[in-house]
């Protein structure tokens, strides 16, 4: 005898002919009750799965906010006690031409009005070349982790642009909360 699908629906069980088993649960499912993203999960274990990320997705966030909130704090403290914050400079290369009219590329530092504190340093995946004829890729690399008067993370590698710490187009972080406590902590060891 063919097995009829478990599912409860608000007049009782469904009892449509199954079409497949749930992996998770085990109940029979009919077409109607069969999970759309999984084709082996019935429709009941799927919205639990789905609500259970949700919930994570959202603890997550609100760790990541208080992470940053840790942040502002340690850097309004730093302001509050008088510890100096350097003036940062932006290093931009241009091209020039010298005395002999040959030209050449060098470096020009232009203030930016930020000023800042060194926090520490950051392992980062960055996307680009690692050699002009080799592809695109995601490059591991260790940069600074700057945090200015206002509490605004930023990072930096070798003194060019700056890119903020939640940018993840251009620079990823693995464990961005985690990230976010240490450098709390090393604003914190400032004082």
Same mark, same amino acid.
Request: charge should be positive; charged fraction near 30%; proline fraction near 4%.
């Given at each position: 005898?063919?097995?009829?699908?478990?599912?409860?629906?608000?007049? /009782?069980?469904?009892?449509?002919?199954? #079409?497949? =088993?749930?992996?998770?649960? $085990? &109940?029979?499912?009919? %077409?109607?009750? @069969?999970?759309?993203?999984?084709?082996?999960?019935?429709?009941?274990?799927?919205?639990?799965?789905?609500?259970?990320?949700?919930?994570?997705?959202?603890?997550?966030?609100?760790?990541?906010?208080?992470?940053?909130?840790?942040?502002?704090?340690?850097?309004?403290?730093?302001?509050?006690? /008088?510890?100096?914050?350097?003036?940062? #400079?932006? =290093?931009?290369?241009?091209? $020039? &031409?010298?005395?002999? %009219?040959?030209? @050449?590329?060098?470096?020009?530092?232009?203030?930016?009005?930020?000023?800042?504190?060194?926090?520490?340093?950051?392992?980062?995946?960055?996307?680009?070349?690692?050699?002009?004829?080799?592809?695109?890729?995601?490059?591991?690399?260790?940069?600074?982790?700057?945090?200015?008067?206002?509490?605004?993370?930023?990072?930096?590698?070798?003194?060019?642009?700056?890119?903020?710490?939640?940018?993840?187009?251009?620079?990823?972080?693995?464990?961005?909360?985690?990230?976010?406590?240490?450098?709390?902590?090393?604003?914190?060891?400032?004082?």
């Amino acid at each position: 005898m063919p097995a009829e699908c478990d599912v409860e629906t608000a007049s /009782g069980p469904c009892g449509v002919l199954a #079409v497949g =088993r749930c992996s998770t649960c $085990g &109940r029979a499912f009919c %077409g109607s009750h @069969r999970a759309l993203s999984f084709a082996d999960w019935c429709e009941p274990c799927r919205r639990a799965r789905l609500a259970a990320t949700a919930a994570e997705g959202a603890q997550r966030e609100a760790d990541r906010a208080d992470a940053f909130a840790d942040v502002a704090r340690a850097a309004r403290a730093l302001a509050e006690r /008088g510890v100096p914050a350097e003036e940062i #400079v932006h =290093r931009e290369p241009v091209w $020039g &031409r010298n005395l002999l %009219g040959r030209g @050449r590329w060098r470096h020009v530092e232009r203030p930016t009005g930020i000023r800042a504190w060194r926090a520490c340093a950051v392992e980062v995946e960055r996307f680009g070349k690692t050699h002009p004829k080799h592809d695109s890729e995601w490059i591991r690399e260790t940069w600074e982790a700057w945090v200015d008067t206002e509490g605004h993370v930023r990072l930096r590698k070798d003194g060019a642009g700056w890119v903020p710490i939640e940018d993840r187009a251009n620079v990823r972080v693995d464990d961005l909360t985690a990230t976010l406590r240490t450098v709390a902590a090393s604003l914190r060891s400032l004082q």
